[in-house]
Nanobody, 127 residues
Framework: QVQLVESGGGLAQAGGSLRLSCAAS????????MGWFRQAPGKEREFVAA????????RYADSVKGRFTISRDNAKNTVYLQMTSLKPEDTAVYYC????????????????????WGQGTQVTVSS
């Protein structure tokens, strides 16, 4: 059974930084791309960032490009999201997700490409 557990959320001031972690278990982590999504109150879930199975390729939403960095440590079965220059509009619940197919990194921005999701971690950015 695949489990994804996010941590690292919390309260930050605008311009500040946070690092989210997502620990995965139940599947050979190093074979799957991973993604981060977020959902703000009253809004649909949106893509934030994704990383290929070996970490050689990444994708970012335009809204976070240059501010957020996704990375992974396959030895620790963990994917990270380093968030800097935070803005109030980054306030949301952040979810990590496990791609549904091994060794594939097509359309990583689309939620349908992922079959397992974490419970989410709240990020709140104050102005």
């Amino acid at each position: 059974q695949v489990q994804l557990v996010e941590s690292g959320g919390g309260l930050a001031q605008a311009g500040g930084s946070l690092r989210l972690s997502c620990a995965a278990s139940g599947r050979t982590f190093s074979k799957y791309a991973m993604g981060w999504f977020r959902q703000a109150p009253g809004k649909e879930r949106e893509f934030v960032a994704a990383i290929s199975w070996a970490g050689g390729s990444t994708r970012y939403a335009d809204s976070v490009k240059g501010r957020f960095t996704i990375s992974r440590d396959n030895a620790k079965n963990t994917v990270y999201l380093q968030m800097t220059s935070l803005k109030p509009e980054d306030t949301a619940v952040y979810y990590c997700a496990n791609h549904r197919v091994i060794y594939v990194f097509d359309n990583p921005h689309h939620p349908d490409e992922y079959d397992y999701w974490g419970q989410g971690t709240q990020v709140t950015v104050s102005s």
